[in-house]
C-alpha cells in the first residue's frame, strides 16, 4: 500500500511564473489536507478538500493560491506569480474521513515539495 | 494567534533518560491531539495520539498525557534513544482539522 505521493519532490521556479504541486493520497484516503513550513517555523495549515469539494481554505493567501481534488486524479496546489516569499516546503497529508472516529483524525504525510523561487 | 505553542525550541537528553516535550493549547474545542515525528527532508509521521476524554495513553517507549483543565498535553519518551532526535510536532484537532505546534527538536546524545 503505497504512501502519500507528492511530485516533484524539489521545484524551481523563477519569479512571475506558476508552481503546481500534486499529491496522490494513500489508497481509501478521501480526505487531503495542504501545509506549508517556512524555513525555522512550523507546519502552517493552508487547505483541507475532499473529492470535488474544498472543505476549509481558512488558511489559503487569498491571492495567488488554488488547490483543487478533482474526482480523478490528485489533489493539485498552484500558486500563480510566484514570489520569493512563497519558497518553502509543501507537504500534503491525507486521511480517511474525520467526521468518523477520531482515530481517523491521524493524517498521513508525504515527502513534501520544496519549492524555491529565484 | 497562536492555538497551539511549543514553548520549547530544542532538547537535549543522554540516551536511557527520559525525554518530555511539551504542548500548550488555547482553544477549549479540540478534540484530539496528537504528535507526529519529523526527520529531515521527510514529511511528519504519526507518532501518538489522545482524545479529550481521556488523560493518559500510553504505546511502548512513548506516552502522551492531556491535562484539560491548564490545556496542556506532553510527550514523554523513555528510555530515550538516539534513533529518537527528531523535530516533534504536537497538533490539535476540531472538526478534521489539525493546527500544529512550531516544534521541538530532541537531541538524543549516547
Given at each position: 500500500n503505497a504512501g502519500v505521493m507528492q511530485n516533484p519532490r524539489h521545484l524551481v521556479r523563477r519569479r512571475g511564473q506558476e508552481a503546481r504541486?500534486?499529491?496522490s493520497p494513500m489508497k481509501g484516503h478521501s480526505h487531503v489536507y495542504w501545509y506549508r513550513q517556512l524555513p525555522e517555523e512550523g507546519l502552517k495549515f493552508m487547505v483541507y478538500l475532499q473529492k470535488e469539494?474544498?472543505?476549509?481554505?481558512?488558511?489559503m493567501p487569498k491571492e495567488r493560491f488554488s488547490a483543487e481534488f478533482p474526482k480523478e486524479g490528485p489533489s493539485i496546489l498552484r500558486i500563480q506569480q510566484v514570489v520569493r516569499g512563497d519558497s518553502a516546503a509543501y507537504f500534503c497529508a491525507s486521511s480517511l474521513n474525520p467526521s468518523g472516529d477520531t482515530s481517523f483524525y491521524e493524517q498521513y504525510f508525504g515527502p513534501g515539495t520544496r519549492l524555491t523561487v529565484t | 494567534?497562536?492555538?497551539?505553542?511549543?514553548?520549547?525550541?530544542?532538547l537535549s537528553v543522554q540516551e536511557g533518560r527520559i525525554s518530555i516535550l511539551n504542548c500548550d493549547y488555547t482553544n477549549s474545542m479540540f478534540d484530539y491531539f496528537l504528535w507526529y515525528k519529523k526527520y529531515p527532508a521527510?514529511?511528519?509521521?504519526?507518532?501518538?495520539?489522545?482524545?479529550?476524554?481521556?488523560?493518559?495513553?500510553e504505546d511502548g517507549r512513548f506516552t502522551v498525557f492531556l491535562n484539560k483543565s491548564a490545556k496542556h498535553l506532553s510527550l514523554h519518551i523513555v528510555p530515550s534513544q538516539p534513533g529518537?532526535?527528531?523535530?516533534?510536532?504536537?497538533?490539535?484537532?476540531?472538526?478534521?482539522?489539525?493546527t500544529f505546534g512550531d516544534g521541538t527538536t530532541l537531541t538524543v546524545k549516547p
Open positions: 504541486l500534486r499529491c469539494n474544498i472543505i476549509d481554505e481558512s488558511g | 494567534d497562536q492555538q497551539v505553542k511549543q514553548n520549547s525550541p530544542s521527510e514529511g511528519p509521521t504519526f507518532l501518538i495520539s489522545i482524545s479529550s476524554i481521556k488523560d493518559k495513553n529518537d532526535s527528531a523535530v516533534y510536532f504536537c497538533a490539535a484537532t476540531n472538526a478534521g482539522k489539525s
